[in-house]
């Protein structure tokens, strides 16, 4: 027998749980159900999340990303100390690790102006004091006091929790193989269910989501591996906040900074290294014949087109991979670190990164596309899990006009 929702939500990472939230906010007696393939939450990209709210002062203004990351932050903040979630503010600063930062760090600034965010400009002396090992290779630095860090896993788990209070069903286990899409059906490895709005929120398998509905035919998701190491404790170095590089502004990666997290343990990285599965985090666990032949076939376009200092940035990173190297990018922030000062870890995660197939370039914003009953959240990449409650309210919102739209032809 066919089972009936009002809203299908694919996927229960933080942009599907968000949504399925917010619709049962705004429009009560509705049913909705959440399809996860995993057996838990927090199994991918949402879960092995920094945990940092970014302040959002790296994106352009009329970007997605701009339009929902400092309100989501704010949001995300709220609903911690709401729930007595674990936060703490510990603040961020920028430094320029080269002489020609300059000019990036001067449209950062411009951009912290213009989106009124919290923000101190600062110089080497301020910057001691704030954090002693920190360096810099000007005296212009940003100093973003308002930055927090959460713990991922408890705020999944809360709003899992609220969400099935409000009458959400979650079903573990469960994946969608195909569509029927003049029906609306869509059938899991489960059943079938028939379905009023299917809102794509898989993450990782976003775009082979889509592509059963003939939506984002021209996308395709490249995973990025990212490592951190974590600093010892015997260490000299420490860092009271976040120390983050001046970024590269054309490419969607941050370069290597330092993360906290709530014990209060540093750690040193990412890295983000291409690879072969969508699931590949250790060894040849997760690779699919035919996914890592394309991987390695829209790379291979990327490193000789160049699109968006492509070639340069895979030399970076195929170098980082090699402790001593990855060193030296990280003793551009501190002063004193020395390579047995970083440890292996476990913290890593994969960036399902979406690749335009015909502009050969990595997508740098959020992506959405709809159809009449579907929307499909393409590249829900950084920051998305700070953004995900302002950006499931603006989701929520369309898909609610969207729906009153279809009910009235």
């Known amino acids: 027998m066919c089972k009936q ?3 299908l939500i694919v996927g229960s990472g933080i942009i599907g749980l968000t949504i399925a939230r917010e619709l049962s906010i705004l429009k009560k007696n509705f ?4 399809i996860e393939k995993e057996k838990k939450i927090g199994f991918h ?9 970014h302040s959002g002062v790296y994106y352009p203004r009329g970007s997605l990303k701009a339009k929902v990351c400092s309100k989501g932050a704010r949001l995300m903040s709220e609903y911690c100390i709401k729930n007595n979630l674990p936060i703490k503010k510990i603040g961020k600063v920028i430094v320029p690790v080269k002489k020609n930062d300059n000019k990036t760090i001067e449209k950062l600034i411009k951009n912290a102006e213009e989106a009124n965010l919290n923000h101190q400009v600062i110089d080497k002396k301020q910057l001691k004091k704030i954090e002693p090992c920190a360096k810099s290779a000007t005296n212009r630095i940003l100093y973003m006091p308002d930055v927090s860090i959460v713990d991922p896993k408890s705020v999944l788990k809360n709003i899992l929790e609220e969400i099935k209070r409000l009458g959400v069903i979650v079903h573990f286990n469960e994946k969608i193989i195909s569509v029927d899409i003049g029906k609306s059906v869509a059938r899991t490895s489960n059943g079938e269910v028939k379905f009023g709005y299917l809102i794509n929120a898989a993450g990782q398998y976003a775009d082979k989501v889509a592509q059963m509905f003939d939506v984002g035919q021209r996308y395709s998701i490249l995973p990025f591996k990212g490592s951190y190491y974590k600093l010892r404790d015997s260490s000299i170095v420490f860092s009271n906040g976040l120390i983050y590089p001046v970024p590269d502004l054309s490419r ?4 290597v900074h330092t993360v906290k997290d709530m014990s209060g343990s540093t750690y040193f990285g990412p890295t983000a290294v291409p690879v072969l599965g969508r699931e590949n985090y250790n060894g040849f666990n997760g690779i699919k014949f035919i996914d890592s032949v394309k991987i390695i076939f ?3 376009k990327m490193y000789c087109s160049n699109n968006q200092g492509f070639r340069n940035y895979a030399h970076h990173e195929a170098l980082n991979n090699i402790k001593s190297n990855f060193t030296k990018y990280a003793q551009r922030l501190t002063i004193g670190l020395r390579e047995q000062d970083l440890l292996s870890s476990q913290k890593q995660g994969i960036r399902p990164q979406l690749f335009d197939k015909i502009k050969n370039e990595l997508v740098m914003d959020l992506k959405i596309e709809e159809t009449e009953n579907t929307l499909h959240v393409l590249n829900a990449i950084s920051p998305a899990f700070t953004a995900s409650f302002a950006f499931a309210e603006l ?6 006009k969207n729906s009153n739209t279809n009910a009235k032809k």
């Open 5 to 7: 929702y009002d809203y």
């Open 31 to 34: 049913k909705v159900l959440i």
């Open 45 to 53: 990209a949402s879960g092995r999340n920094s945990g940092v709210l």
């Open 252 to 255: 969607p990666f941050l370069g």
């Open 298 to 300: 829209y790379l291979t």
């Open 395 to 400: 989701i929520a919102k369309l898909i609610l």
